[in-house]
């Protein structure tokens, strides 16, 4: 092995650039699939990644409880 290649194994033998490469062709990390399922189905503690505005469902849930009101 040359200097280039040991520095690319870790001392156990572990190629670290093929494991940066499985990584990234992985899939969805930890915070993006945190995100989207906020979006899809809510969740506790998830509404810093809703994109729903609280102000305009609680308007439609005041017309839907009380239609004869204005608004």
Avoid: C, F, W
């Amino acid at each position: 092995m040359d200097n280039n290649d040991q520095n690319s194994y870790t001392i156990a033998g572990t190629n670290i650039e093929e494991v940066k490469q499985k990584n990234a062709a992985s899939g969805l990390s930890y915070n993006e699939a945190k995100a989207l399922l906020a979006k899809t189905t809510g969740g506790h503690g998830t509404a810093i990644y809703s994109d729903t505005d609280p102000e305009v469902v609680r308007r439609q849930l005041q017309k839907t409880t009380n239609p004869n009101e204005g608004g």
